[in-house]
């Protein structure tokens, strides 16, 4: 069984191990320039173009076309395909991977929409290509990924509106509100619909990221032990101010830092801090 992927996830190096997967980039458009997410373009580049240029970037999702491609040729070294991807409540790319998917008859596509993003996606793939390198039959698979997805959760602040409200990720009226206010949202990710929450607000930026473990004491007793796992876009001061906020209130077990993938950073802007979270008891072993 083979992994096709988009660029809506990210993960640490340690995480991705050897394994061989195949990953679609989403596109970015930056002052007329047109960018693969992490193959042209890698986060640390991106942030600092970003901030020299001023220029509001605009993403786009692989066409059908594209996936019809990529699975033609992924067939070609095994017919069964495990397709994992990016929330449908955030981005076309889901729709896309399924209309390729029942135009080609070559292979056994199965699809799967992870209703997240970001590290919270990558968590779901990393089971993933841990479930086909142990060599696990596909209900076994995507059961895995369902335990995964209902066990953890994304939660995160950023500096600034602007780019939500450019890339319509939320409304331009209540974001232009919220900017005007000075106020700094938590958002999470829903796990029904896939689309951004409000998780609550803050004054500050720096008091955003202390409410980011106070939000979830609020569901999970302080002391609970957690995996846990940080994505930041360029911002490793405001990593650290979480990560020791979530020390203070929770036994964490780390996984290594993400840098947010250029793509997502599109749409949130430099400065963006969150965590992943699963209390240990909920979380399923992994292969």
Request: include cysteine.
């Amino acid at each position: 069984m083979q992994i096709v992927t988009d660029s809506g996830f990210d993960l640490s190096p340690q995480q991705k191990g050897d394994f061989k997967f195949h990953a679609l980039p989403l596109k970015i458009t930056l002052s007329g320039v047109s960018y693969r997410s992490g193959i042209d373009i890698q986060p640390e580049e991106f942030y600092k173009l970003l901030e020299k240029t001023g220029d509001m970037p605009i993403t786009s999702t692989p066409s059908p076309g594209e996936f019809l491609e990529i699975y033609e040729k992924v067939a070609e070294e095994d017919p069964d395909i495990l397709s994992v991807h990016i929330s449908s409540g955030l981005s076309g790319t889901y729709n896309s991977a399924r209309t390729a998917a029942e135009q080609f008859k070559g292979a056994n596509i199965t699809l799967v929409d992870t209703r997240s993003l970001s590290v919270e996606m990558g968590w779901q793939l990393e089971a993933a290509i841990k479930a086909v390198q142990a060599g696990w039959p596909i209900d076994k698979i995507l059961a895995l990924l369902t335990k995964v997805r209902e066990a953890s959760e994304i939660v995160f602040t950023l500096p600034n509106l602007t780019y939500l409200i450019h890339g319509g990720r939320i409304s331009h009226l209540k974001g232009l509100l919220a900017s005007l206010l000075g106020i700094k949202p938590l958002i999470g990710v829903d796990k029904a619909e896939g689309k951004y929450y409000d998780r609550g607000r803050a004054r500050t930026f720096k008091q955003a990221i202390q409410a980011i473990p106070a939000y979830i004491a609020n569901r999970i007793p302080p002391g609970t032990p957690l995996r846990a796992q940080i994505g930041h876009a360029h911002n490793p001061e405001g990593a650290e101010q979480l990560h020791q906020e979530m020390e203070n209130l929770f036994s964490c077990e780390w996984l290594d830092d993400c840098s947010i993938s250029p793509v997502l950073g599109a749409h949130t802007g430099q400065g963006l801090v969150g965590v992943v979270f699963a209390p240990l008891d909920q979380m399923p072993e992994l292969p």
